[in-house]
C-alpha cells in the first residue's frame, strides 16, 4: 500500500477519514512493528511494514489488509494498546501507513508519548463504547469519521453516529494549540539549563554538600 | 529528587526536567540524529551522553563489516554521529562495550539521585541505584540530545514492599515475574513502582536490577529502589564513580535521598518473598506466569478481561489450560539480556549445569551481558563450565531477546528465556515461542529438553559442593 506522506503540523483539532477497528487487548509494538524492521537509520520505510507478522498470519482477516481507503485513518482499539518497548518505530509504522489518530480502552505511556510527540492524539473511551464503535466502524466500511480534540467527540460524517471521547487535558491543549512538538520549548529555556550544569551535586564533584 | 531536576513548567503540565545521564545505542537514535542536523541544532552537552552498540551485534563473529549491511550501516551511522558529536562510544573490543542497561552500572555512570534516559524501555533497571530512570522515544532522545532535558509528566508512585526473603532455587526474576502476574501488565500505568521492604533490601545490586528492569512489563515506566549500603559497595571503585574525599560527600548526599519511611504512596502492595516459588510464563505476556507447581490456568478462573488474550495464547502457545507448565518440551534454552545477563546470573546458571550435559536436541547458548561480564565470567572459568555442558558461549549484546542479530527462533521452536519479553514474534521467528523464566531454571531446561523446577536440580547435584553439605 501507498504510504501517505503528509504528517501532522501545527494544530491537530479535528481528524477525518477511515476507521479502522483492531481488536485485541495488550497489542504491543514488537506486534505493531517486529524487531527485524528495525534495521533502519531512517524512519521512512517503516509504513509498508506495520503489523507485518499479524497480516501475514491473517491475511484477508487482517483490517490492515482490507482497508482500502487512501484517505487518514482513525485506529480503534482495545486496552493497554502499544505496550513493551518504547520504539517510536511503532507510532511512525501507523503513521506512515495513515494513521493520524488512535481512539482506545488505555494505552501504554511511553507509547502514548510517542504519539504525541508527532502529533498524533490518542484518547480514550470506556471499554463498552470502543466495542460499540468497533462493531459500527465495522459494518460501515465507507463511512467518513471524525474525531473532534475541541468537541471531545468522534462522529460519522452523515452524524448518524456520534459518541463523547476523553483525552487528557494537557494533551488536549497541547494538540490543538498547535504545541506539541516540545523542541523549541526546551531549547527556549538553555539559560536555566547552563544554570542547572552549574548546580546539580554529581555534576559539581558534589562540593555544595 | 524531581525538583531537583525540575527547569520548568511547559504549557499542558508537563515539567521540563534535566536528564543527567543519557545512554544512547544504534536502534533509536540514528533519526535523533538526523532531525537534530534538520532542526539546525547541535548536542547540547556531549559529555552526559554515552553511547554504546548492543541490539545489533553478531554475538558469533564480530568482525567488521559485519556480514549484515543492515547492521554494519547501523553501527557505522553510531559512530559517524558520536564521532561529530563528541559522544564517548563504548564500541566491540574497547573492554566496555555491552548491553546499555549492564554496562552504565557496571562503569559507575548511574548513580543515585540522578535522572536517566535511553531510548529503550528497560531503562526503568537504572532506578535499582535511586534514580530516576525511564524509557524515552526517539522524538524525546532528539529533545535530550538538543537540550539534556525533557517533557515529562510526574508520575505517581506504587510502592510494592517485599516481606521476608527469597527462598534457594528461586531469584529476584521469580520474585519480578510473581510481582507481575499478580498486578497484571496494565496495572502500572501512570505509576513508578518502589520496591522496599526486607525482601528487596537483602538482594545484590544485580538481582535489584533485575526487579527493576521488568517493572516496564508490569506497565510502569519507571522502577526504584532506595539506595542503600549495598548500593554504595557496588558502585564503590568504578571507573565513574565519585573518588577520595568526594566519594565520602557523594555517600551523604545519597543517603540523603532516600524516601522516609513515613512518605505517602499512592498505592501499596505487599508482597511475601518466602511463599513465591520458580515462576514461569505460559503465554503471549508477562503477566501470563505462573508458579512451576502450578497449571496453565483455564479460561473460567481468571478475571473476564484476562480471557480473550489467554484464548489468544492458548493457541500461539499451543498449551492446554488445565495441564502442568512443568514437563513441556523445549528446543532453546537463551542466557543473557538486560534482565539476566550479569556475572551473578550466570553464576547462578552455571551452578545447576556443572557436571551434566545439555540434553540432546536441545540449543543452548550463553549471552554475557557485557565484555566486562564476559571477561570476568571466563577469569572464574564459567565459559569452561558452560561449554563442557554443550552449552554455546558467545559475544555479549541483547542478542535473541528480541533478534535484531542473527540469534533467532525458528518457525515454531519454543525457548526457555532469561530474557523479559515473552510477545507474539518477539525473538525472531512470526510464530516462535517464549518461555521467561530465571537463567538457573533456563540452566534446568536445557539439562532436562523441559521445563523443570530447578531446585530439584540444585538440591542434588553432586558438584554443588554448597546445597550438599
Known amino acids: ?209 | 529528587m524531581w525538583d531537583l531536576h525540575h527547569i520548568a513548567d511547559l504549557p499542558g503540565g508537563s515539567t521540563q526536567l534535566f536528564v543527567g545521564l543519557h545512554l544512547i545505542h544504534e536502534v533509536t537514535s540514528p533519526q535523533a540524529f538526523s532531525a537534530l542536523k534538520e532542526k539546525g541544532l547541535s548536542v547540547f552537552c556531549p559529555e552526559r551522553t554515552v553511547a554504546t552498540v548492543d541490539h545489533i551485534v553478531p554475538t558469533t563473529n564480530q568482525e567488521r563489516p559485519f556480514a549484515d549491511p543492515l547492521a554494519e550501516e547501523m553501527l557505522s551511522t553510531l559512530e559517524r554521529n558520536c564521532f561529530e558529536q563528541g559522544i564517548t562510544l563504548h564500541g566491540l573490543h574497547s573492554g566496555k562495550q555491552g548491553i546499555v542497561h549492564v554496562i552504565a552500572p557496571e562503569l559507575g555512570l548511574t548513580q543515585p539521585g540522578m535522572t536517566i534516559a535511553c531510548g529503550d524501555s528497560h531503562t526503568s533497571t537504572h532506578g535499582a541505584f535511586g534514580a530516576i530512570a525511564f524509557g524515552i522515544g526517539t522524538s524525546q532522545v532528539r529533545d535530550v540530545l538538543a537540550t539534556q532535558s525533557l517533557s515529562m509528566k510526574k508520575l505517581k508512585v506504587r510502592r510494592i514492599w517485599v516481606n521476608g526473603k527469597l527462598t534457594e532455587g528461586v531469584y529476584a526474576k521469580d520474585l519480578i515475574l510473581h510481582v507481575i502476574k499478580t498486578l497484571g501488565v496494565k496495572a502500572g500505568v501512570g505509576y513508578a513502582y518502589e520496591f522496599g521492604g526486607p525482601g528487596i533490601s537483602a538482594l545484590s545490586m544485580e538481582e535489584r536490577m533485575t526487579v527493576c528492569n521488568m517493572a516496564i512489563e508490569g506497565g510502569a515506566r519507571c522502577g526504584y529502589i532506595n539506595p542503600d549500603f549495598e548500593t554504595f559497595s557496588y558502585l564503590h571503585g568504578t571507573t565513574h564513580s565519585p573518588k577520595g574525599e568526594e566519594w565520602e560527600k557523594a555517600k551523604q548526599w545519597w543517603s540523603n535521598l532516600a524516601s522516609e519511611p513515613d512518605a505517602i504512596y499512592d498505592d501499596e502492595v505487599v508482597f511475601d518473598a518466602t511463599n513465591i516459588a520458580p515462576t514461569v510464563t505460559w503465554g503471549i505476556t508477562p503477566g501470563q506466569g505462573i508458579s512451576i507447581e502450578e497449571l496453565i490456568p483455564t479460561p473460567d478462573s481468571m478475571d473476564p478481561t484476562d480471557r480473550q488474550i489467554a484464548l489468544e495464547a492458548y493457541k500461539y502457545m499451543d498449551l492446554e489450560p488445565g495441564t502442568p507448565i512443568q514437563g513441556s518440551s523445549i528446543d532453546v534454552c537463551f542466557i543473557g539480556s538486560c534482565t539476566n545477563g550479569r556475572l551473578s546470573d550466570l553464576h547462578a546458571a552455571a551452578n545447576v549445569v556443572k557436571g551434566r550435559k545439555v540434553a540432546n536436541g536441545v540449543k543452548a547458548f550463553v549471552v554475557p551481558g557485557s565484555e566486562a561480564v564476559a571477561k570476568a565470567a571466563k577469569e572464574q572459568g564459567l565459559d569452561n563450565v558452560f561449554r563442557t555442558a554443550g552449552f554455546e558461549w558467545r559475544e555479549p549484546g541483547c542478542s535473541m531477546c528480541l533478534a535484531m542479530n542473527p540469534d533467532k527462533l525458528e518457525g515454531r521452536q519454543i525457548s526457555a528465556s532469561s530474557s523479559n519479553r515473552n510477545f507474539k514474534g518477539r525473538q525472531g521467528s512470526a510464530s516462535g515461542r517464549t518461555l521467561l523464566m530465571s537463567p538457573a531454571m533456563v540452566a534446568a531446561a536445557a539439562i532436562t529438553g523441559r521445563v523443570t523446577d530447578v531446585r530439584d536440580l540444585i538440591t542434588y547435584n553432586p558438584e554443588n559442593k554448597r546445597n550438599t553439605e
Open chain 1, 1 to 209: 500500500m501507498e504510504t501517505i506522506s503528509v504528517f501532522p503540523k501545527g494544530l491537530v483539532q479535528t481528524v477525518q477519514g477511515s476507521a479502522i477497528a483492531l481488536r485485541g487487548d495488550d497489542i504491543d509494538t514488537d506486534r505493531i512493528i517486529p524487531a527485524r524492521y528495525l534495521k533502519c537509520v531512517t524512519f521512512e520505510h517503516l509504513g509498508g511494514h506495520v503489523f507485518a507478522d499479524d497480516r501475514k498470519e491473517l491475511r484477508d482477516k487482517h483490517p490492515f489488509n482490507n482497508n482500502k481507503s487512501l484517505t487518514y485513518s482513525i485506529l480503534i482499539v482495545n486496552g493497554n494498546f502499544g505496550c513493551g518497548s518504547s520504539r517510536e518505530h511503532a507510532p511512525q509504522a501507523l503513521m506512515r501507513w495513515g494513521i493520524r489518530a488512535i481512539i482506545g480502552e488505555s494505552f501504554a505511556e511511553i507509547f502514548y508519548g510517542n504519539c504525541l510527540a508527532l502529533g498524533i492524539p490518542c484518547v480514550t473511551s470506556a471499554s463498552e463504547t470502543i466495542k460499540q464503535i468497533q462493531e459500527t466502524v465495522e459494518l460501515n466500511p465507507f463511512q467518513e469519521w471524525k474525531l473532534d480534540l475541541c468537541k471531545k467527540n468522534f462522529k460519522s460524517k452523515d452524524d448518524i453516529y456520534f459518541w463523547p471521547i476523553n483525552i487528557e487535558d494537557s494533551s488536549r491543549e497541547m494538540l490543538i494549540e498547535g504545541n506539541w512538538d516540545a523542541t523549541a520549548k526546551l531549547v527556549a529555556n538553555k539559560g536555566i539549563l547552563k544554570e542547572k550544569l552549574k548546580k546539580l551535586p554529581y555534576l559539581n564533584n558534589f562540593k555544595s554538600i
